[in-house]
């Protein structure tokens, strides 16, 4: 696969370092890698020797199983961290756990952690390239490009398109590596929750849209995202209640026909089922989420073919 940007090397902290043009590339090698997904036999031997080392510091299903999938898609060698049954849990600080997996041998570190800015830590102890898998509030790279391609996939572009990204957005870092990602693709984004979850500052730093009012903010849209309601949060005093957040922000059959007739409608997942989405609208015939699950992989497959340098 050719490609005519240069990705071998970098970090991927967050989509701020990258090109509209870079974008599209990453895109279009993750068709490439669903297409070997789509076969009997979907192993390529591309990476083979190097060796690819996950750090997740904090729970994952999605985004952890499909980078290690990926890992052994590409034929690349993975050690698996586990951070509750290593050192790091006998008081061995980050840095020596980093030094002391660098002289293992390791050529690319994802790190998953609750600490902004953890990815760059890693590099500057590793000097080796790192994909961030999730860093506390602030970014989440890889998800925003997954769900980036599955709009792209379906629609053929985010050019103009109204894409409305409804639930907690203050404490979500799915959303802003999404606002960054869309925005540079020529996306109208519009963000809608209750004000205590949507920060007055977005538009400025982010060129999106804040709405409060559900049923505005679907109006016309061709793509609608939910977000997981972080409920280790209702201790926070941010909500009256979670049923009063249901009434007014819930997914559901009578919500969506604001939007278009045929809009997409996606979750990043974990999803709470009846609380920002309900199930007749996470499994229906415009629901993407399992679609965004499968394009985790290839995705994932993309960058670290990308990144690694895969011939
Ligand atoms: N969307 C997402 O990051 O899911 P996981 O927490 O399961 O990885």
Not at 54 to 70: G, I, P, V, W
Not at 137 to 146: I, S, W, Y
């Amino acid at each position: 696969m050719k490609n005519k940007h240069n990705f071998i090397g970098r970090n991927l902290y967050d989509l701020d370092d990258y090109s509209a043009d870079e974008i599209i590339a990453i895109l279009e090698a993750t068709s490439v890698m669903k297409e070997i997904n789509e076969r009997d036999y979907k192993k390529l031997p591309t990476l083979r020797g190097k060796t690819v080392c996950t750090l997740f510091m904090e729970n994952s299903t999605r985004t952890r199983m499909s980078f290690e999938l990926a890992v052994n898609r590409l034929s690349a060698d993975l050690v698996s961290f586990q951070a509750s049954i290593s050192a790091l849990s006998k008081g061995e600080s980050l840095q020596d756990t980093i030094c002391t997996l660098n002289a293992m041998g390791i050529d690319l570190y994802i790190i998953r952690h609750r600490f902004p800015g953890s990815p760059q830590l890693v590099h500057k102890y590793s000097e080796k390239p790192v994909m961030n898998a999730g860093d506390g509030r602030h970014a989440h790279p890889t998800q925003a490009l997954l769900d980036i391609f599955s709009i792209w996939e379906r629609l053929g572009t985010l050019k103009d398109l109204k894409i409305t990204i409804v639930g907690d957005i203050a404490h979500s870092r799915v959303v802003r590596s999404n606002l960054i990602g869309m925005k540079k693709l020529g996306a109208n984004v519009t963000v809608c929750g209750p004000k205590t979850l949507v920060p007055g500052f977005l538009p400025e730093i982010y060129g999106c849209k804040v709405e409060h009012d559900l049923e505005t903010a679907l109006k016309d849209a061709d793509v609608i995202m939910g977000l997981r309601m972080q409920l280790e949060r209702q201790n926070e005093g941010l909500l009256p209640s979670l049923d009063e957040y249901t009434k007014q922000y819930v997914l559901s059959k009578r919500t969506i026909q604001f939007a278009k007739k045929d809009a997409l409608i996606m979750h990043p997942g974990p999803m709470n089922r009846g609380i920002e989405i309900m199930p007749e609208i996470a499994d229906s015939q415009q629901s993407l989420v399992l679609a965004q699950v499968a394009n985790g992989v290839a995705v994932r497959m993309a960058l670290l073919f990308l990144f690694l340098g895969g011939k």
